[in-house]
């Protein structure tokens, strides 16, 4: 392992707005449905579901969003976040590419999941909710979640997805240290986990069964909002504090990247640490390439198809304009928990319609083989998720060392994984495998979606 330079930003440095950059597209995201009218979304249609607040941030078009001064205070506990130059990493693989990491694994939860859920307690406490309602795919959301309830004196029910539930016990472990009630989903709490038990007892349910049942008791208890740890424009909004840190970091180390890359569930680390870059390729021609990185057993940018789709498994949620291999597609159950998510954010998929960004899919092996030479090089061992923004990083840097160029390649480490040893294990053990999802069944799944807004 080598000796890494960190670039530490000044606290006084830290952002006091965050940036939307829909105010800076050229061809805005289509809008939300309403499920039943098939008609545009309208504000106060959300606001059974979220805070006030967050909805007029969700259909803000500024291009600036003060950050209130009781989340930075809050933010100030592990922000600003390092920016670490890999020279390990780039010694290990005898590249000329520069390679930079932003250490969102730092926070108390251990992720970058922290930036929105302390925002989204914030605004729901000054509104006066009591109850909050969420859903977790490997736990990093709702462990985020959970002390940012505490804080601020929220109960929290946190449904997550059965595998990860079985897989990844420490972190349920550490919801419940914080205070929150966590069940397996599908569970027996909730109308749409009863119907989905009942149809296939041995499910390992997925993101959108947990955000079916999180977002019906949100609906049917009183005094409770929902919360999402991505996907939507307000969580994007908030994740922007990395990139934008990041920005001001490069800047002290006299570089910029040429490339940023971000692994991808939703999209909330891939857009946090890339929008704010991006607005410079909108705006004064720089030529960054951004690239998301998600698993090739669920691989929405890669090989879905752009259709409005729910958000849920049920179909309880407004109608998005996604990529998506449809609203039930059942993803294979691999270790990276937070990127089973069968549907991209509406931003993120309008940019890749426009081909502002691109997006790579790779196999669980050559992930956590990429985390095992960054854990070695580096001294940190990533989250499952994390490893496929370290595989993407791996893959340019090596082509950088055959055309003979320098690049400087910037990923986003949204993790650590020490508490997902037991698939660390699993993969040293020889005993994980690699899903590929066959054609005929991401075709048949996005059918079902042909019949949505007929």
């Not at 919801?175 to 009942?198: F, I």
């Not at 069964?209 to 909002?225: F, G, H, Q």
């Not at 986003?412 to 508490?419: A, E």
């Not at 294990?425 to 949505?452: Q, W």
Request: charged share 20%; aromatic share 8%; glycine share 8%.
């Amino acid at each position: 392992m080598k000796t890494t330079k960190k670039i530490l930003l000044p606290e006084s440095e830290m952002p006091r707005q965050w940036y939307n950059i829909i105010a800076d597209m050229p061809i805005k995201p289509l809008p939300m449905l309403h499920p039943a009218t098939k008609e545009p979304l309208k504000p106060e249609e959300m606001e059974g579901l979220f805070a006030k607040e967050l909805v007029e941030q969700e259909f803000s078009t500024e291009r600036y969003i003060d950050i209130p001064e009781e989340v930075r205070t809050l933010f100030k506990i592990y922000r600003p976040s390092p920016l670490v130059r890999a020279s390990g990493l780039e010694k290990a693989l005898d590249t000329p590419a520069k390679i930079y990491f932003k250490n969102e694994s730092v926070s108390p939860v251990g992720s970058h999941k922290l930036n929105s859920a302390i925002p989204q307690a914030y605004f729901n406490k000054i509104q006066g909710v009591k109850h909050i309602t969420t859903e977790t795919g490997a736990g990093q959301w709702g462990s985020a979640m959970s002390i940012a309830c505490r804080h601020f004196g929220l109960d929290l029910q946190v449904f997550m997805v059965k595998i990860s539930y079985e897989q990844k016990p420490y972190r349920k472990f550490v919801m419940n240290t914080y205070g929150a009630d966590v069940v397996s989903s599908p569970s027996t709490l909730t109308q749409a986990g009863r119907a989905l038990l009942a149809e296939n007892p041995n499910t390992n349910g997925s993101l959108g069964a947990a955000i079916s049942e999180a977002v019906e008791m949100a609906m049917t208890k009183p005094d409770t909002k929902y919360t999402l740890g991505s996907v939507l424009n307000h969580v994007i909004l908030h994740q922007s504090i990395i990139g934008l840190e990041a920005e001001r970091q490069m800047e002290m180390a006299d570089d910029y990247p040429d490339i940023v890359i971000g692994c991808f569930g939703g999209g909330s680390n891939f857009c946090g640490i890339s929008f704010p870059f991006l607005r410079h390729n909108l705006n004064s021609g720089k030529k960054t390439r951004f690239i998301a990185a998600e698993p090739a057993s669920c691989p929405k940018l890669t090989r879905g198809r752009f259709e409005y789709d729910f958000g849920d498994q049920i179909g309880m949620t407004p109608l998005i304009p996604m990529f998506t291999l449809g609203h039930d597609f059942q993803p294979a159950s691999i270790h990276a928990g937070g990127l089973r998510y069968h549907g991209a954010g509406a931003i993120v998929s309008e940019l890749q319609r426009e081909g502002l960004i691109e997006a790579m899919d790779i196999h669980q092996s050559e992930t956590f083989r990429a985390g095992i030479l960054f854990a070695q090089a580096e001294g940190i061992i990533p989250a499952p998720e994390s490893t496929h923004a370290i595989a993407a990083t791996i893959r340019e840097a090596l082509k950088a060392k055959e055309e003979g160029v320098e690049k400087v390649i910037l990923f986003n480490l949204s993790g650590h994984g020490l508490i997902d040893m037991a698939s660390y294990d699993k993969f040293l053990l020889g005993e994980l495998s690699d899903f590929s999802v066959p054609d005929e069944d991401i075709a048949a799944s996005i059918a079902k979606l042909d019949k949505l807004i007929k």
